[in-house]
């Protein structure tokens, strides 16, 4: 089975493309990916390949190895983050007793409550 690198993937798609080891590029759809798993730029893949419509298509894909994440490298230490989710569950716990008085927060707190939870997210997530 021909293996390759992951070029590009847009999990919101459902699809992307992996350069093969010699360097034929091979149509990544979503559905030939093993349950569950997650790539991006970079993975390492075992796949077969059909002829499709538009070109060489992935079957049966498995994963190889992930490349180390760099987000993960460069993630806020523990000691922080602890910092950052009290400061964050104090502004939710504020936010909240205005809701239950019928209180939104207005256009632009909203969103900047919505980028915080964002930010941590990625940090959780690494």
């Given amino acids: 089975m021909p293996t390759g690198r992951v070029k590009f993937y847009d999990e919101q798609k459902g699809f992307g493309f ?6 034929q590029e091979v149509f990544l759809h979503a559905s030939a990916l093993p349950e569950g ?11 077969g390949v059909a002829a ?5 298509q992935a079957l049966a894909v498995r994963v190889l190895d992930a490349p180390p994440s760099l987000h993960r490298l460069q993630r ?13 569950i104090k502004l939710l ?12 927060p207005d256009s632009a707190h909203g969103q900047r409550i919505a980028a915080l939870l ?9």
């Fill in 37 to 47: 798993a997650k790539v991006k730029a970079g993975t390492k893949l075992e796949f």
């Fill in 76 to 88: 806020t230490p523990a000691e922080d983050m602890a910092v950052r989710i009290e400061d964050l």
């Fill in 52 to 56: 499709g419509k538009r070109g060489s």
């Fill in 118 to 126: 964002r930010r941590i997210a990625d940090d959780f997530d690494a």
């Fill in 18 to 23: 992996i350069t093969s080891d010699d360097g």
């Fill in 93 to 104: 716990d504020r936010e909240g007793g205005n809701l239950r008085r019928g209180r939104y």
